[in-house]
């Protein structure tokens, strides 16, 4: 099983908010992101948020950290038939050489308009 | 895609023959990196370089090798490529250790 997990599938309505769920492991990591991958491209970075912050905001997009829990969110406000797209988040182990960011198995967001 | 090209973006290929994949950066990042997307497991390390002739295993390496000649290309080399390698390879960067990873568009790689 991932080391990081999400669940497969996201439905909502145009104009509601979506929120994405995310469990991890590794209590020491120090970055945990959120990637948008839309259909034959590459992962676009969304966000990212550093362990010692609870919340981070950047415009419809809010990124919620439970460090005790090893909880991550990602809420979508008013979601966009544009927003449809498979979501990863990531969170980083490093070791001596570099960090190494270990994927969820991704969220396919669906948004009915 | 910050500078990150790969090469092909799309290829078939029989089993049991060699194949390499191209990375290209412009960012002149020190840090270069392999992954391979499949259905369910997200996407899983293959191989990373953290500098020219620097590179090191990634979570699922076997089967493949790397090799970074100059700061600009990272290459992926499957010697015998098997139908299991069938899989959406995608090359990332980043500058610094510790430091935001940037991915290219992928390569699409079918083993037949």
């Known amino acids: 099983g991932e080391d990081v997990e999400q669940s497969l599938f996201l439905s909502v309505r145009e104009g509601d908010s979506s929120v994405i769920n995310c469990t991890y492991t590794d209590s020491s990591s120090t970055y945990l992101y959120w990637y948008k991958q839309e259909p034959g491209a590459g992962l676009q970075l969304l966000t990212y948020i550093f362990s010692n912050m609870d919340m981070k905001q950047d415009q419809r997009l809010t990124v919620l950290l439970n460090k005790k829990d090893k909880h991550l969110s990602l809420r979508i406000a008013d979601t966009q038939t544009g927003d449809s797209a498979i979501y990863f988040c990531a969170e980083t182990r490093n070791n001596n050489a570099g960090n190494m960011l270990t994927f969820g198995g991704g969220t396919r967001l669906m948004v009915k308009p | 895609d910050a500078g990150i090209t790969q090469s092909p973006r799309h290829k078939v290929t029989e089993t049991g023959t060699p194949v390499t994949l191209r990375c290209h950066q412009t960012?002149?990042?020190?840090?270069m990196y392999w992954y391979r997307q499949d259905p369910g497991h997200g996407l899983r390390l293959i191989h990373y370089?953290?500098?020219?002739?620097?590179?090191d295993k990634g979570e699922v390496s076997d089967g493949y090798s790397v090799s970074r000649s100059k700061t600009e290309d990272f290459l992926l080399t499957l010697e015998s490529a098997t139908s299991s390698q069938t899989s959406v390879y995608f090359c990332?960067?980043?500058?610094?250790?510790?430091?935001?990873?940037?991915f290219g568009p992928g390569t699409r790689l079918l083993v037949l």
């Open positions: 990332a960067i980043s500058e610094s250790r510790g430091e935001t990873q940037y």
């Open positions: 370089s953290y500098g020219v002739k620097d590179t």
């Open positions: 960012e002149n990042h020190r840090y």
